[in-house]
């Protein structure tokens, strides 16, 4: 049964409700609902911080601004010069001369003042004048050109700069998320924000900044322009503006609503697949492929909507404005050709004013048609400043302990639960010499794993204490602590690097000799040998091209490189079929020589040889002992060795 949309939502977006995404009260606002509401919370907030990445680039900023004043004065006084330009053709046509404002005499005075060169080779004084203007304009252009090239080129030397210092934060803050962030989040969605969110922040401060930047510095530098060819006019032009930004601020906030349920639309789409793509073969095996492109194409339709209706409203904006600017050009030219008709304007100051009053309404429209980018990345940015106000581990007390450790731990009535009210441990209390040999065993869910789990602090308890050489393990430096408690997970992992680098994973200083000899202790040295390339082999994919076993030989081999003085065997050698593991049994003898470990397996011939064993049963230790004391107990261990019972 595929599942319907809003299931697939909640699972795909569980980011979204988790009631542990909760800022620590900085800025990036009110913890958000489920995503389809996903409107924009505190977009104030957002941009704030988004200008807090462009901080450093301040004198880069002013050069952009410079440059863009230059650009912007320099062509706006180019369409001024139309103005004598316009009069003085006026007056070579009709002989009449026109009564030149202060303004315009100036402008005509700047073109005068290269006719003479011009003169002496043509003669004509038309010619001249239209020489000369030409020369002017090509100036200008000229300056423009060069100003914008270099606007651009820094512009985007600030934005790529910023995104890269974007992206390092939320990978930094990614190292520093508990555990339980990663059980919660799908990975998909949490590349979502990597990539498509921060995408959309790119394209802002690319695009939008630029258009906000110059779109200002233009808006200014026309109504200038403007007051001084005609106030009269200028105060007509100005009389639309309130409603200008009346229809852009009602069109703006309808569309705002969509665009964060667009990117959380995305992140579930990007969840999904990821899940599909990771768990392809169990899809084939269950011949579940229609029912994930069911699923698939609900999440897909609804991505579609949602991008439909913030595209929609956001590109609605461009058209209205755009015809809503006409209205107001065609009232100030009407209003302007009488004045002219009237003899208060010349016919040149005229065709500049109306050319001016277009323009005064292309910021306004080119920033309303920049909408949909801004609202896109403002959901971005929300989004990974959400990542980045997660809790992260609790910080290190201060004088956080790094002294020695020799490997004595103990447990003192340990209870833990993964989620509030529902406890996985109780009571767990137990006593690890340094150097001893501590088993675990009990069926499948009853707490092996999350004990182990608790000694590194990938979870803290709730209530009880655990000690490491007598000192509580939430007083030790974190990473210290992790440093001395070596671990082979449960589920392997592998990375992407060659067979060498990922033993040496277990300690980066160690030298090719160290990670052989790790090799050798967990008897991965053999099949290592028989690899196309031996230790140089490159893995691919979590190890794709390894068996099961031998990508636990390689766990093994990167713990054995660990110095650590603790070491927690989590079914270590379940996929290695029995003859390899008693080939091993030698080697990890010498892996736990002078080691507290802790040793979990089903297989209970491993476990046999350690100096206590614990049996766990629905998280609690129902019995305890060494393997002779338990036989005799004739309780659950007995069943279990003996098979009386199989595991359940
Ligand atoms: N990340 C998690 N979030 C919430 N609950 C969890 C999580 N991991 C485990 N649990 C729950 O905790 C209980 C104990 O799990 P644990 O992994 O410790 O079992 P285990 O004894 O190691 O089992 P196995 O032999 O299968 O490895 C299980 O019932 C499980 O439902
Ligand atoms: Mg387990």
Redesign the pocket.
């Known amino acids: 049964m595929a599942r319907d949309l809003s299931q697939l939502q909640k699972q795909y977006n569980r980011a979204a409700s988790m009631p542990m995404r909760r800022g620590p009260g900085g800025p990036g606002g009110p913890r958000r609902g489920p995503m389809e509401k996903g409107k924009l919370k505190n977009s104030k907030a957002t941009i704030k911080r988004l200008l807090g990445y462009l901080n450093q680039y301040k004198l880069r900023i002013v050069l952009v601004l410079i440059c863009m004043l230059t650009s912007t004065v320099t062509s706006l006084f180019g369409s001024y010069l139309l103005a004598p330009v316009i009069n003085k053709l006026t007056f070579f046509v009709t002989q009449h001369e026109t009564d030149m404002s202060a303004m315009e005499r100036f402008a005509d005075g700047i073109i005068s003042s290269i006719t003479g060169p011009i003169n002496a080779l043509v003669k004509s004084e038309v010619v001249t004048y239209i020489i000369a203007t030409i020369s002017i304009f090509a100036f200008i252009y000229a300056v423009g050109i060069i100003t914008t090239y270099l606007q651009s080129r820094l512009m985007l030397s600030i934005s790529q700069g910023a995104i890269e210092k974007i992206r390092n934060d939320l990978f930094n803050k990614l190292q520093k998320l508990p555990v339980r962030y990663f059980?919660s989040n799908p990975t998909g969605e949490i590349m979502s924000r990597f990539t498509n969110d921060i995408d959309t922040i790119d394209v802002m401060i690319n695009n939008s900044l630029t258009s906000f930047i110059s779109g200002t510095v233009t808006l200014i530098g026309t109504f200038i322009f403007m007051i001084t060819t005609s106030w009269v006019l200028t105060l007509i032009t100005i009389a639309f503006v309130p409603l200008f930004m009346k229809l852009a601020g009602v069109i703006a906030k309808f569309s705002s609503r969509y665009y964060s349920g667009q990117q959380a639309a995305l992140g579930a789409v990007n969840g999904y697949t990821e899940e599909t793509v990771t768990g392809q073969k169990v899809v084939k095996v269950f011949n579940h492929e229609s029912t994930c492109v069911e699923e698939f194409t609900l999440l897909n339709n609804d991505m579609r909507d949602k991008q439909f209706k913030a595209q929609f409203w956001g590109g609605i904006m461009g058209p209205i404005m755009g015809n809503t600017s006409q209205v107001s050009f065609g009232v100030t030219v009407g209003i302007g050709g009488i004045m002219m008709v009237l003899g208060h304007l010349t016919p040149g100051a005229l065709t500049v004013f109306s050319n001016y009053s277009r323009q005064f309404a292309m910021p306004i429209n080119m920033l309303s048609s920049q909408m949909s980018t801004i609202f896109s990345a403002l959901a971005g940015a929300e989004r990974v400043f959400d990542v980045m106000d997660t809790e992260p581990e609790t910080a290190d007390p201060e004088n956080a302990v790094t002294s020695k450790i020799k490997g004595e731990v103990v447990l003192n009535n340990v209870t833990f639960g993964?989620?509030p009210d529902k406890t996985?441990l109780k009571n767990i209390s137990l006593y690890a010499h340094a150097g001893q040999k501590i088993a675990f065993v009990?069926s499948?869910?009853?707490?092996?794993?999350?004990v182990t789990n608790l000694l590194n602090r990938f979870y803290d308890i709730n209530e009880g204490e655990i000690l490491v050489d007598g000192i509580d393990v939430r007083n030790y430096k974190r990473d210290y602590l992790r440093e001395n408690i070596a671990m082979v997970l449960?589920d392997t992992h592998l990375f992407t690097g060659t067979v060498k680098e990922n033993i040496r994973y277990g300690r980066l200083d160690a030298t090719d000799e160290e990670v052989i000899a790790a090799a050798k202790t967990a008897s991965a040295h053999s099949f290592i040998m028989r690899l196309e390339n031996g230790y140089d082999t490159v893995l691919e994919s979590d190890g794709a091209n390894l068996s099961q076993g031998q990508r636990q030989l390689l766990n093994i081999a990167r713990a054995a490189l660990s110095n650590a003085p603790i070491l927690v065997l989590d079914?270590a050698t379940s996929s290695v079929d029995t003859r390899t593991e008693r080939h091993i049994e030698h080697g990890m003898d010498r892996l736990m020589k002078n080691r507290t470990t802790f040793v979990?397996a089903h297989r209970l011939s491993t476990v046999r040889n350690a100096n206590a064993i614990m049996v766990?049963e629905n998280g609690e230790i129902i019995e305890r002992g060494n393997h002779e004391q338990l036989l005799e107990l004739k309780g659950r261990y007995h069943e279990l060795y003996t098979g009386k019972k199989e595991l359940d």
Do not use: H, N, P, R
């Open positions: 059980d993964y989620v996985v009990g499948t869910g009853a707490g092996k794993t999350t449960q079914e979990i766990l």
